[in-house]
């Protein structure tokens, strides 16, 4: 985990300002800045929050099929409830996880019917399973629990960036703060990575990097992440929780010089990294982390739950000179489920 900056969340709250070199060699444009930063020190609540959302995650993913189609939404792009081989990844339906998307923080965005309609992957609003669902009560009150205590910590984050992200704004204007804060796009995806098969299980040499999930760049302005929980299925239907079965298995980042680093996030941290749309209204300025997930050796019936929170602008911002968030939205979701899904 060399080369990873971490930072104190008592720190982060009482003096954001003393953060600023901290922040700049994780977020810099400099050969070795990883675009990616840990906060430590979390209240105690984080630790119950995490566990109880990821393996309702993994509870979820093990529900029958009939019973995770009702909670899918092809009108949104699969930008809302369950989502399983919808998306492209590596040229080929990504039947490698299952995602569940939600807003934690807005159920129902206040915009006018003609602009939920026009941008249906961010405004439709939240799908919950049933409450009295079996085997996953308590969901939605879970996911909205992990996620706004992410979304907290991210805008806390957002202050501290202020000043050295506002010196890299082509328009003086834009305030990072501002737009994750009063967004109504924000989005957060529960991932469960299921077992591989063996052959995308090789370790080794052989493996690709992503052979979990291939190299991409999030949409956002900034992504939350948790660390990821490995849950072993045993052979009574229980899960019980296990050390990650391969060292080489995880989250793999390049570096700004192109350097490819793994990167443990510990269990009782967070981590945020840059996206896309910081990319955009910086004009390059500051760049978005490229990232993959790697399988890395065998996973005989063990599965990787995790939870990513995108805290972006409205689809109106104007993120470059010629497009809106929303217009790159759509570009970059023709790239993952083709056209017929807009």
């Not at 896309?276 to 209204?281: I, K, N, P, R, S």
């Amino acid at each position: 985990m060399s080369g990873v900056v971490s930072i104190s969340y008592p720190t982060l709250v009482s003096s954001p300002l003393s953060l600023r070199a901290s922040i700049e060699q994780a977020f810099g444009s400099h050969p070795e800045a990883l675009g990616i930063i840990l906060v430590k020190d979390l209240p105690n609540v984080y630790k119950s929050f995490r566990e109880t959302l990821l393996n309702l995650g993994y509870r979820y993913a093990h529900l029958p099929e009939d019973v995770k189609e009702r909670y899918t939404d092809p009108g949104s792009s699969f930008s809302f409830g369950w989502s399983h081989g919808k998306e492209i990844m590596n040229g080929k339906p990504d039947t490698l996880k299952g995602s569940y998307y939600a807003n934690p923080v807005v159920d129902t965005p206040d915009v006018s019917s003609a602009l939920r309609e026009q941008h249906r992957e961010y405004y439709r609003g939240n799908i919950w399973p049933d409450a009295n669902q079996k085997g996953i009560e308590g969901f939605e009150s879970a996911f909205k629990d992990l996620g706004r205590f992410v979304f907290q910590i991210g805008c806390e984050l957002a202050a501290a960036c202020e000043p050295f992200v506002s010196k890299h704004f082509g328009d003086t204007s834009f305030s990072l703060v501002s737009l994750i804060a009063r967004s109504q796009t924000t989005k957060a995806r529960l991932l469960h990575y299921f077992p591989p098969s063996p052959g995308d299980a090789k370790g080794g040499d052989d493996e690709p990097i992503d052979s979990w999930c291939g190299f991409h760049l999030d949409n956002s302005l900034l992504t939350g992440l948790c660390a990821a929980m490995f849950l072993r299925e045993e052979h009574d239907g229980q899960s019980s929780v296990v050390p990650s079965p391969s060292p080489e298995s995880g989250l793999y980042i390049r570096t700004r010089g192109g350097e490819l680093t793994k990167v443990a996030i510990p269990d009782d941290c967070l981590a945020f990294q840059t996206g896309e749309a910081l990319q955009l209204v910086t004009e390059g300025r500051l760049r978005a982390t490229p990232h993959c997930v790697r399988v890395g050796g065998s996973f005989d019936r063990v599965s990787r739950e995790t939870f990513a929170l995108f805290m972006q602008p409205d689809t109106h911002q104007k993120v470059s000179a010629t497009e809106t968030f929303g217009q790159f939205t759509k570009r970059i979701l023709e790239k993952h489920y083709g056209k017929s899904s807009m």
